[in-house]
Every structure is written in C-alpha cells, then in structure tokens.
C-alpha cells in the first residue's frame, strides 16, 4: 500500500483534519513522505485543502472517496466513516472533532483506545463480565488505556447504576485515561473556551469516581480518585492565558464578567473546583510529549527528572516551594524553573510570588507561559539546548507591553523597552507643552517691552 493511499483511508473516515494534525494521525508515516503524498493526491484531485479560520485544513473529495474505495475496499473502515458523515450540524462536528483528536494524540503517546484493545468501560466495571479480569490488566498496565466518552456514556446507561444524565451530550469531557500510575479526566477544548457546566461536570465526574472507586485494584488508582486531575487539551498553547483568564483574548484587564464566563466556560476556577491538578496538553508534536510525561511518569519520577535537568545546566541549589522545585544560582537575585510539563497550579503560582523567575521549558511554549506569569517572566530557555528564547513581555493584565499585537490591536512598548524616550515620558503631554512654550513667548515680550 502506498503512502498516498494511506493518507485517503484515513482522509475517508473524517470529515477534514488540520494540515498540522495529519502528523499525529498518521505517526508511522514519515514527514517528508507525508508531505510527498499530500502533494500528489492534491495534484490527483483526490484531496482539497481550504483555509478555515486562518489554518488550513484537507478533507477527500468524491475523486479521492472513488479511487481508494475501488483499490483498498478492505482496508476502510465505514462503520467510522457512517459516524463521521451523520454529523452534520456546527456542535455535532465539533465535538466528533474533539473526540477525533484526542484519540489521534493518545495513539501517537502510546496510548491506545479501549475499542484497540477489545475492551469497553462495561467490562470494566462489571466483575459478571467475561472481559473483566482482561480490562483489569489492561488499566494496570504503564501504557494506559482511553475510554472514549461515547463507551462511557454507553456503559453507564447500560448498568443503570450512576444515572442516565451522565452522557456524551451534557459533559463535555471527551475520555477518561487510566494506568498503573493513576486517572485522568480529559477535555479537549481546541481553539476556543468550550461549555463547562458544574452541574454536569459534577455529576460525571462524583458518578465515575463511585464506579471506579470499588474496581480498580491499585493504591495509586485510589490516590488517584480521592484527588482528581483533568487534562486539557488545546490547538495551541496560546489557550493557556485563555483558560486561566476566562477570556478569549487571555487578558485580564475585564475583571468583571458575566455570569455565563464566570461558571459556564471553561476557566481555571471552574476547573479547580472540581480536580486536584489540571495538566495542559497542546495538539501538536509538543503534545505527544507532554502527554507522555504526564501519564507515564510518577509525581516522583517527574520531581527526579526536573532536578536530575536542572543539575545539567549548572550549578543550582535546588528547593522544593509548596510541592514545586525552584532552583537558584550563587549571585543571581532570579530563581529557575524547569515545566517539562504544563500545570496550572505551578504556573499560577509562580506568577503570585517572589522573585522573578527564568523559565526552562520546550520552544513553542514560552509565549503562553509568559502571558499567564506577567512581569515575573525575565527569562526564557530552551529546555532541549539551554539556549535563549525569543518571547514577548506581558503585564500583569495579560497586555503585551514590548509592542502592539497585530491580532489584538492592543498593547504598548513599556519604558524599559524602548530606545527613544516616549512623548508621556515628559514632564507635560504635546498640548501643555504649547501651552508652556506659548507662556515663555509671552513672558520674553512682556521683557523685551520692559526693557525700551
């Protein structure tokens, strides 16, 4: 099989795809041979590419449906395609969008689905079922397994035990991950604060802790339970200021809003309300990574890989503050910080407090971070070569304050950044100062007068 027909069997199960997501949804396939075959079914006539809100996106077209139908009939899987194709309204496209990418990003961590490994969340939490001991080993393995939000609300309809307003249509969760190493509530809001009602978001979280909480067999899944984390997952971590601040902009000069941003949007205080810890996953390459380290790694394991990192890159003493470590160097008045992962409680709470911090983190992210720390960003480095990153300086607000954002139209260049003395930074604005020289005009006359 081609590669250029690998790309149109998937293309055929969904109704478009980022350009940039095509990596994650096809992780065998090379990126130059990925690119190679993009071109050539273009160029076919096999696929269209369209931009939609600044990116680009590829869906098949009825050329490309025929041609891989007529020579890999076998190798299509229809059934997905039927579920692809029956949604036709705005909401139904997103959410099976949601749905589609977070399993294309736990497929390319090595996480697989519970339909991948022929098991539902019924098998789980029944012990009658013949499937049980089979899903108990499955969770209790490091890899990990995702239930996808459609198993769940299926399963749990079908035990009657929790309710049936526990469902796909009133959360918005997309699945539940679980492994050796504990649990995790995933949403996927993509380039927009997506619904967070905390009514329904209680009752599915409160219901699968109680299903949960008597099946699962491991002291870490417990821990888990009793303290919830979620991941979020976004199109780019330029939803991180978005979700701490409520605001699509990330800005924080609105500080009142309405009652609908307050509790039924996404925001970190409507998800805090609800999880212990609350992780940050983009949807790109990046993503793959991040999402590796959170559910692959122990808070242990990840604590000794921050110190064994930092260690690295010279000589730091190193101090754990409120659960995070924070490193400092002889002579320098700014701590370090390493986020080989994304957390909102880390990141908001070295924005609250003292001193200012250089941030370690992976390139792509330091923009984000540094809208959601403000004026405590001094710094930023590549976590892969410890070299500078390029970042724009924000204000406490949220506001950039090193130049005007061109998507925003908001911003200014702060006295620190500038070359040339701005005209406010005068003792007297343009008018007064006319007025003033007008005065000093008038004053020399009245001398000049004097004077014959």
Not at 13 to 21: L, M
Request: hydrophobic share 35%; glycine share 6%; charged share 25%.
């Amino acid at each position: 099989m081609t590669n250029e027909q690998s790309l149109l069997i998937y293309l055929y199960t969904v109704p478009s795809i980022q350009r940039k997501q095509l990596v994650l949804a096809l992780p065998n396939m090379p990126y130059q041979s990925l690119t190679k075959a993009v071109r050539t079914a273009e160029k076919h006539g096999y696929i269209v590419q369209e931009k939609v809100n600044r990116t680009r996106r590829i869906s098949i077209t009825e050329n490309g449906k025929k041609y891989i139908t007529d020579t890999a009939k076998d190798e299509l899987n229809k059934e997905k395609r039927r579920t692809a194709t029956k949604h036709n309204e705005k909401e139904r496209l997103i959410r099976f969008e949601r749905a589609e990418t977070t399993q294309i990003l736990c497929k390319a961590a090595g996480i697989n689905t519970s339909n991948e490994e022929n098991i539902t969340f019924w098998d789980l939490i029944q012990p009658q079922s013949p499937n049980h001991d089979k899903a108990c080993k499955a969770v209790c393995q490091e890899q990990g397994v995702l239930f996808t939000s459609e198993d769940i609300a299926r399963s749990i309809q079908f035990e009657r035990q929790v309710g049936e307003n526990v469902s796909f249509a009133q959360s918005r969760y997309t699945g539940v991950i679980i492994n050796a190493n504990g649990v995790w509530f995933v949403y996927n809001t993509l380039d927009k604060l997506m619904r967070f009602v905390h009514a329904n978001e209680n009752m599915f979280v409160t219901g699968i802790r109680q299903l949960l909480s008597s099946i699962l067999p491991l002291d870490t899944h417990m821990n888990a339970l009793n303290e919830p984390a979620s991941i979020i997952l976004g199109k780019s971590c330029a939803m991180l200021p978005k979700i701490v601040t409520g605001d699509k902009w990330g800005r924080r000069d609105r500080q009142e809003y309405s009652g609908y941003i307050r509790t039924s949007l996404m925001r970190y205080e409507n998800l805090a309300a609800h999880f212990r810890k609350n992780y940050f996953v983009p949807l790109n390459t990046l993503g793959v990574d991040f999402l590796n380290r959170i559910v692959h790694l122990t808070d242990h394991e990840l604590y000794e890989m921050k110190e064994e990192w930092l260690r690295s890159y010279g000589e730091y003493t190193i101090i754990r503050s409120a659960g995070y470590l924070e490193a400092y160097k002889k002579g320098e008045t700014i701590k370090t910080i390493l986020l080989p992962v994304l957390q909102f409680e880390e990141i908001i709470f070295q924005r609250t407090s003292n001193p200012q911090c250089r941030v370690i983190c992976e390139r792509g992210t330091q923009d984000g971070i540094s809208r959601v720390l403000g004026e405590n960003a001094v710094d930023f480095v590549d976590i892969a070569d410890n070299t500078p990153l390029p970042f724009h300086h924000y204000d406490n607000n949220g506001v950039r304050m090193d130049g005007i954002n061109p998507f925003t139209g908001t911003g200014y260049i702060a006295p620190q950044f500038r070359t040339v003395p701005a005209q406010s930074d005068y003792p007297f604005e343009q008018e007064d100062g006319a007025e003033v020289e007008q005065e000093m005009v008038q004053s020399n006359e009245e001398q000049r007068t004097n004077n014959t």
